[in-house]
């Protein structure tokens, strides 16, 4: 699963990332060829097929396929729903607001009417389950990701479905949302542009992406890869781009307790 493709990069910066990845592979002892791109669960489960013998993705698409997840990307992901809610007297295109900076009465009012609102995320992306799973939005519409078509995409479809008394919002990383703009987009009502930005963080938190490996990977091959994931400390910037890593990330194995909140973020029993 390709972290550029989920981000909305352009279709170059995707390939360059895929390469990276198997180049990296090498050295962790597992097969390089074919390497095939993942967007859903269907892709790894669908049957008729061999089964890929591992996949780098996030944990909705790797807990969903049953593999085993060896070693993962501990840096914390937050997200967060990016609501556009009423219309105020902000200035045009006004920034976003955290919901805590709103008085107690009007985050609930917030909150309430969320839930009765239309919600745009990335299909098998984190941040939309760990929102479906907590009831945040009262729909969450998957958008397919594709290549320069990313977060701005989604907002873009938001504005277009918002009205003064059906508001609409954005399921995203909080950092995104906290810095969004509705400038320059169009909506089915000019007032849009003067509706307060509100940024709703969930409750629960995801981490990066992660190595699955088929239950077929022998014992040493797995050590073997996951050494290489835990030795790397210093990548390329070309390299650090293809596995979505952050100036924090560290590679560990996953407890049994990490695997059941992970699981329970996003709305998957034990």
């Known amino acids: 699963m390709n972290p550029q493709l989920f981000r909305g990069e352009a279709a170059y910066q995707s390939a360059v990332a895929e390469q990276e990845m198997h180049a990296f592979i090498g050295r962790a002892g597992l097969p390089q060829a074919p390497l095939y791109a993942i967007k859903k669960v269907d892709d790894i489960t669908a049957s008729g097929r061999t089964p890929y013998c591992w996949v780098y993705t996030n944990q909705v698409t790797g807990l969903m396929s049953g593999y085993k997840l060896a ?30 900076t709103l008085p107690p009465a009007e985050q609930k009012a917030v909150l309430d009417q969320l839930q009765r609102s239309k919600c745009f995320g990335t299909a098998a992306g984190v941040e939309a389950a760990i929102a479906k799973a907590e009831g945040l939005c009262g729909n969450v519409e998957d958008v397919a990701p594709q290549a320069t078509v990313g977060q701005q995409g989604l907002i873009a479809k938001a504005v277009f479905a918002w009205e003064e008394q059906s508001w609409a919002g954005v399921v995203t990383r909080e950092p995104a949302a906290l810095g969004a703009s509705l400038k320059g987009l169009a909506g089915r009502s000019e007032k849009v542009h003067q509706a307060r930005l509100v940024v709703v963080p969930t409750k629960a938190t995801s981490v990066g992406f992660g190595l699955y490996l088929h239950a077929s990977v022998p014992e040493a091959t797995a050590k073997k890869a996951i050494a290489a994931f835990q030795g790397l400390a210093a990548p390329s910037k070309p390299l650090a781009v293809a596995m979505d890593l952050g100036p924090q990330f560290s590679f560990v194995v996953p407890t049994a307790e990490q695997l059941e909140k992970m699981r329970a973020a996003i709305g998957l029993g034990k």
């Open 71 to 100: 070693v993962f990307n501990n840096e914390v992901v937050q997200p967060a729903v990016l609501a556009i809610t009423v219309v105020g007297k902000a200035a045009t295109d006004a920034g976003a607001v955290a919901l805590k």
